[in-house]
């Protein structure tokens, strides 16, 4: 794949998937206002263990869309021999994808309600350039 064409794609996916897990700059997860929350709204209902359950299905999809985003654009030591090894560098990525996540969200506040379509059609845009180069190239 051309690298102007993964750039386009990383950037793409990166901006879905801080929409997807509810991240800072699209919502703010500790709030409590129920207004100014996006994928945080649907818990108020919850306490005890159910709101467990919640907050750990919503920690299992971010994990996974972690280890998607990590297994498309970084997959160096997925068809290791060594188990241990393709472990730690699995581990490594997802400590690196998670400093980057961090500092996204602390160099951006949350951005207003009717701006996060604007985010994901820019994301949209992004993903369809990519494709564009691709099949012209």
């Keep these: 794949m051309p690298h102007r064409t993964c750039l386009l794609f990383f950037f793409a996916m990166l901006i879905v998937v801080i929409a997807e897990t509810g991240r800072i700059p699209v919502d703010n997860p500790d709030t409590h206002l129920e207004l100014t929350m ?3 709204g649907m818990l108020l209902e919850y306490s005890g263990r159910y709101l467990g359950l919640m907050m750990w299905a ?3 999809k ?15 030591g997925i068809e290791g021999e060594h188990i241990f090894v393709s472990f730690l560098l699995y581990v490594a ?5 998670g400093m980057l996540l961090a500092f996204i969200e602390t160099m951006y506040a949350k ?9 994901l059609g820019s994301s949209m845009i992004l993903s369809l350039m990519a494709i564009l180069l691709r099949v012209f190239e």
Aim: charge should be positive; charged fraction near 15%.
């Design 38 to 40: 996006v994928h945080e």
């Design 58 to 60: 919503a920690q299992i």
């Design 62 to 76: 971010q994990l996974l869309l972690l280890s998607l985003f990590i297994n498309l654009f970084f997959p160096w």
């Design 93 to 97: 990525k997802l400590l690196a994808l």
């Design 111 to 119: 951005i207003r309600l009717f701006k996060v379509p604007k985010l």
